[in-house]
Structure formats: C-alpha cells, structure tokens
C-alpha cells in the first residue's frame, strides 16, 4: 500500500510530462529549452514559473506585461549572476556547479509544463604521473649494468 501511494505522488508530481534529462561538464553553461508555442498557449493573464527542486522559485515570466524576472538570491545566492532568461522562456545557466544538478520545472499556475533532470558532472583534475626511485638499491642497479 505504501508503495502504491508513493508511486501515486510520483506522478502526481510529474503527470503526463516527460523528463527531459541533460548533462553538462561543471564550468560549462547549459540551456533548459523551452518551446515557444507552449508559452504562446498559456493565458495571457498567468505567469510561468521556473523552479529548482520543486520549491525554490528562480524565474518568472509575467505573460500580460511581456517581463521576466530572476531570482539568482534563492539558496544562499547559489545562482547569483548566472542565470538567464530569453525571449522564448528558455532558462540559461553560465558557469555551472555541481550543486546545480538536480529537476528543473517549468509550470503555470496550474500544470506543469517542462522537467528537467539536470545532472553537472565534476571535472576530473589532471593526473601527476610520478616514479619513486628511492627504494633502488645500488647493488640492485650494478646487476642492472652487468
């Protein structure tokens, strides 16, 4: 029964929409892509909605006066001056961070429209190949020339 029910709430959480997953290398900017036709249909009067893990609210589009508006300050200001909203909707994140990874939803105030499981892997730092010479013994390198 448990089971059921969480299931229950895993798609009431996500409904008929698809996860669209993306990946991206940490430092690299990455763009969440919204159809423009799917704002075009949502009433003049409602605003869209970008959120970060279901709660925290990072961008808003007001449809009846054509503005958009950022909140980059949301999570101890984890997105300041790296997120970009264009003219279609689309969410750009520069510079991106591993604690950036996680689901991204575009909704109006009564679906949701878009979700994005975004996954920011680490870059791996540079191998130092290196070769300790050290524990050759002198008698072992003469019975190397011989």
């Given at each position: 029964m448990?089971i059921?029910?969480c299931?229950?709430?895993?798609s009431?959480?996500?409904?008929?929409?698809?996860?669209?997953?993306v990946?991206?290398?940490?430092?690299e900017?990455?763009?969440?892509n919204i159809?423009?036709n799917?704002?075009e249909?949502v009433?003049?009067?409602d605003?869209?909605?970008w959120r970060f893990?279901?709660?925290f609210l990072?961008?808003?589009?007001?449809r009846?006066?054509?503005?958009?508006k950022v909140?980059d300050d949301?999570?101890?200001e984890?997105f300041?001056?790296?997120?970009?909203?264009?003219?279609t909707?689309?969410?750009?994140?520069?510079?991106t961070?591993?604690t950036d990874?996680?689901?991204y939803?575009?909704?109006?105030t009564s679906n949701?429209l878009?979700?994005?499981?975004?996954?920011?892997y680490?870059?791996?730092?540079v191998p130092v190949?290196s070769r300790d010479?050290s524990?050759?013994?002198s008698?072992?390198?003469?019975?190397?020339a011989?």
């Amino acid at each position: 029964m448990f089971i059921f029910f969480c299931l229950s709430l895993w798609s009431g959480v996500f409904g008929d929409v698809a996860v669209k997953s993306v990946s991206v290398m940490e430092g690299e900017s990455v763009t969440l892509n919204i159809d423009v036709n799917t704002v075009e249909t949502v009433e003049k009067d409602d605003q869209i909605q970008w959120r970060f893990r279901h709660i925290f609210l990072i961008a808003l589009i007001y449809r009846q006066k054509g503005k958009t508006k950022v909140y980059d300050d949301v999570l101890e200001e984890r997105f300041r001056g790296r997120l970009e909203l264009d003219q279609t909707g689309s969410l750009t994140i520069t510079d991106t961070r591993t604690t950036d990874s996680g689901l991204y939803e575009v909704k109006n105030t009564s679906n949701i429209l878009y979700t994005f499981s975004l996954t920011v892997y680490a870059r791996l730092s540079v191998p130092v190949i290196s070769r300790d010479c050290s524990s050759l013994s002198s008698s072992s390198l003469r019975s190397k020339a011989n």
